[in-house]
């Protein structure tokens, strides 16, 4: 089974150099979640869009922007990048009250893109 | 807000023996669903079980089963037949049913032991 596709999967950035995260849903998934993992943590949410529509917003910095395109990818803008923001990154999505092929109301992970601030 | 507690930073199961893994959350919503998801150390999360608040069975998938108690806000996964490739970390989590955004708890790292 089709599942989430991260690129890239590793990022190495300097001190206030900005990154672009993508994020490619399942298929037929309409809703894209973005998670901050840091090391030894849990995720902490930090935005997600349904139908290309920022739906919430969690503990984003106002240094990262993040957009849903027409085919449904995501893109998480990061910039002005500090120590502190190096992480795995998680996109997630999950499908339609249809189900799309999958659980209803249920997201589905990516491999996550372990991004490294130097 | 809600909040997810897992006091067992730790476990360790001889393999073919059964765990429980333990999880409380906080809430005062009715409606939500709880999940249960499987970091092993390649950092991937996997989806293990989910759980509908509203139904009163408790959800299993194969090895994996929970005992979910709504009036004591409890939510713990037991592990039958416990293999090799389920050492990983565990993670417990909620979700309301009107908001999207998942609550982790902080995690139990579950070793098996050959």
């Known amino acids: 089974a089709a599942g989430v596709i991260q690129s890239p999967r590793h990022l190495i950035k300097e001190k206030r150099e900005t990154a672009t995260l993508k994020c490619y849903p399942i298929p037929r998934h309409d809703t894209v979640y973005w998670y901050q993992q840091g090391p030894g943590q849990d995720p902490q949410f930090l935005i997600s869009?349904?139908?290309?529509?920022?739906?919430d917003k969690g503990s984003i910095p106002d240094r990262f922007s993040a957009q849903q395109f027409s085919d449904y990818h995501s893109e998480l803008n990061m910039s002005s990048l500090e120590l502190g923001d190096s992480a795995l990154y998680f996109c997630?999505?999950?499908?339609?009250?249809?189900?799309?092929?999958?659980?209803?109301?249920?997201?589905?992970f990516g491999p996550g893109t372990r991004l490294t601030v130097l | 807000a809600q909040t997810v507690t897992q006091s067992q930073p730790e476990m360790s199961v001889q393999e073919a023996e059964t765990v429980t893994l333990s999880c409380t959350y906080d809430t005062s919503e009715s409606d939500y669903y709880l999940f249960w998801y499987k970091q092993p150390p390649s950092r991937q999360m996997i989806l293990v079980i989910r759980?509908?608040?509203?139904?009163?069975q408790n959800a299993t998938e194969n090895r994996f089963s929970v005992n979910f108690q709504k009036a004591a806000k409890s939510f713990s996964l037991k592990i039958s037949d416990s293999q090799l490739g389920d050492a990983a970390m565990y993670f417990c989590?909620?979700?309301?049913?009107?908001?999207?955004?998942?609550?982790f708890g902080t995690g139990t790292r579950l070793t098996i032991i050959p």
């Open positions: 759980q509908e608040a509203y139904k009163q």
């Open positions: 989590a909620y979700r309301s049913f009107g908001n999207e955004k998942l609550t």
């Open positions: 869009f349904y139908e290309k529509m920022q739906s």
């Open positions: 997630a999505s999950s499908s339609p009250p249809s189900g799309g092929g999958s659980k209803p109301d249920t997201q589905y």
